[in-house]
């Protein structure tokens, strides 16, 4: 490892935790400063542009923002009040719950952006500290690519074990119950967190300086538990969520294109996404009558677009630098796997957490493990741990900072001290110990 690898090591860290101090729009500048030393000063080739992220992110917050305006979010919250009135702690185990839901159902975390901004909202309308409930919500949504039959990661993980005649059917028997194991846990890890929300300072900075407002004080003058329109943009909105579910699991159903090289491509998930958010939130604007001067007034859409520069510069920043090293961590890792078998786990873990791509350490390294004469079941034990991305803040975490308006969830100015570390942590743990004593009946 030479002087060039740890000065360009130093800059990423570096950037990450002075654009920490400043929030989202602070990590989007400063990953633009990193990106210009990175590729200015040492010659690094930039990464793609995480531009299906950024427009996803746009197109979410664009939809849920004229729900706002319109008074459907405003009605989701006294619902969920509702229900919530007995328990209202149940936020914390609800949100997680529904978000995996969709990872599980169309195999793809993308889809529960949708829900982040809600499930922030609620929490906060009913006096719950909003990092509790959305810290648990972003990771359970990652990590749900290992219980999902529809994932990227699980399709890989059923071809390299069929020479073993293992079947999806084994895989998901356990990493299907264990990963629910794991969520249940990471949330009582988070049940009592924190300050509660109304002893938090920074919520009451932003209070007294009337940085925020709660929901149906931004709505005051519309009463929309009464308010035909606003159930009407409710409709409307969960009506787009369950056609992403419904196109996200029936994928079969989607067009297919013919490429110029002969080869068939259906549409991408990412764009499907994006197109129905938008179109939803045109149905919301047309159906539940939203005037003009108020599609741009939701303080949904404004913290959203914070969102979106941070995603934007630090995302890109993170992204060329293990770009250009990827061989590097890919060398090293497969090295200590050889020498050490026991410590697979730990290296599917750390190898996720650099190349931010579950999938992409099940292609790498499951072969590997299979190579080294590891059993099939103990792989399926280990699956859990190749979801390491949560460790260095990416697109999801950065993005849900600026959906909770509380500032509960932050991104800390140590890099890695942030409010999704815990739960990541104790989920994974818990759902590779289930996965384990589930595999002793299994198999």
Same mark, same amino acid.
């Given at each position: ?51 299906? #992220?950024? =427009?996803? !992110?746009?197109? %979410? +917050?664009?939809? $849920? ?10 009605? *989701? ?33 993308? #889809?529960? =952006?949708? !829900?982040?901004? %809600? +499930?922030?909202? $609620? ?10 409930? *959305? ?33 999806? #059917? ?274």
């Amino acid at each position: 490892m030479d002087i060039i690898f740890i000065l360009e090591f130093f800059i990423i860290f570096s950037m990450i935790a002075i654009g920490g101090r400043y929030g989202g729009i602070g990590l989007g500048v400063a990953g633009g400063l990193g990106m210009c030393i990175l590729v200015l000063v040492f010659g690094m080739q930039p990464a793609s542009l995480p531009v299906s #992220v950024v =427009f996803i !992110i746009l197109a %979410v +917050i664009t939809c $849920v923002s004229v729900l706002q305006s319109a008074g459907g979010l405003d009605l *989701l919250v006294k619902i969920a009040e509702k229900i919530l009135k007995k328990k209202p702690q149940a936020i914390v185990f609800m949100g997680p719950l529904i978000s995996s839901i969709f990872t599980i159902f169309c195999g793809t975390t993308y #889809v529960a =952006f949708s !829900i982040y901004p %809600v +499930i922030a909202e $609620v929490a906060a309308d009913a006096k719950i500290r909003p990092e509790r409930a *959305l810290s648990v919500s972003v990771v359970a949504a990652g990590i749900g690519v290992v219980a999902s039959p529809m994932s990227a990661a699980t399709a890989a993980m059923v071809a390299i074990l069929a020479f073993s005649g293992t079947t999806i #059917v084994q895989i998901l028997m356990v990493s299907l119950p264990a990963f629910f194991i794991g969520v249940f846990f990471a949330c009582l890890s988070v049940y009592k967190r924190g300050k509660e929300l109304e002893q938090d300072e920074e919520f009451q900075r932003r209070i007294k300086a009337r940085e925020y407002h709660f929901l149906n004080e931004e709505l005051q003058n519309k009463d929309s538990e009464h308010d035909p329109m606003a159930k009407r943009s409710l409709y409307i909105f969960s009506l787009g969520i369950l056609t992403i579910i419904f196109f996200g699991t029936f994928t079969n159903l989607l067009p297919h294109y013919e490429l110029a090289n002969g080869d068939i491509e259906r549409l991408s998930t990412p764009n499907l996404i994006q197109m129905i958010m938008l179109a939803t939130a045109c149905l919301i604007m047309l159906f539940a009558k939203v005037s003009a001067n108020k599609l741009g007034e939701a303080s949904v859409f404004k913290s959203g677009l914070i969102g979106v520069v941070g995603v934007f510069g630090i995302a890109w920043m993170t992204g060329t630098f293990f770009e250009a090293y990827k061989p590097l961590f890919s060398d090293s890792l497969s090295h200590i796997v050889e020498d050490y078998p026991y410590l697979f786990g730990v290296a599917l873990f750390a190898f996720s957490m650099v190349i931010f791509s579950p999938s992409a350490t099940v292609a790498a390294l499951m072969p590997l493990g299979v190579s080294l004469g590891i059993p099939p079941q103990i792989l399926i034990v280990l699956y859990p741990c190749v979801c390491g991305d949560f460790i260095v803040p990416g697109a999801n975490q950065i993005a849900c900072v600026s959906f909770d308006r509380t500032g509960t969830t932050k991104i800390g100015k140590f890099v890695i001290n942030h409010s999704y570390l815990r739960p990541g942590f104790v989920l994974i743990i818990s759902a590779t110990i289930a996965s384990y004593l589930i595999s002793q009946i299994i198999f």
